[in-house]
């Protein structure tokens, strides 16, 4: 069973930088999808970025495109989410899900880590 335990939120001002990190344990990245979703206060769970385990091929949503970056660390198990240019609509409680299918629907992912909280002040 895979398990997954993020980290690397915090409180940054817009412009700021922020590595958000998911470690996985239960199974190496092999045919694994994982992915990042973004929950703000009040609001639906939002996909932003995702990557599969074969081959690296990587996926971001629009509105993160050019300031968000996916990469792994096979050796660690662990997958980052560099973000950049960070804005205050990037506030929100990010999650690492993991499933078998390349999907932007939270739907399809069947294991969540607790998530870790981005606040972005103006």
């Known amino acids: 069973q895979v398990q997954l335990v993020e980290s690397g939120g915090g409180l940054v001002q817009a412009g700021g930088s922020l590595t958000l990190s998911c470690a996985f344990t239960g199974q190496t990245f092999g045919t694994l999808v994982l992915a990042w979703f973004r929950q703000p206060p009040g609001k639906e769970r939002d996909f932003v970025a995702l990557?599969?385990?074969?081959?690296?091929?990587?996926y971001y949503a629009e509105s993160v495109k050019g300031r968000f970056t996916l990469s792994r660390d096979s050796t660690k198990n662990t997958l980052y989410l560099q973000m950049n240019s960070l804005e205050p609509e990037d506030t929100a409680r990010y999650y690492c899900a993991a499933g078998q299918i390349q999907s932007f629907s939270s739907s399809s992912y069947n294991v969540w880590g607790q998530g870790t909280q981005v606040t972005v002040t103006s």
């Open positions: 990557m599969r385990g074969l081959g690296g091929t990587t």
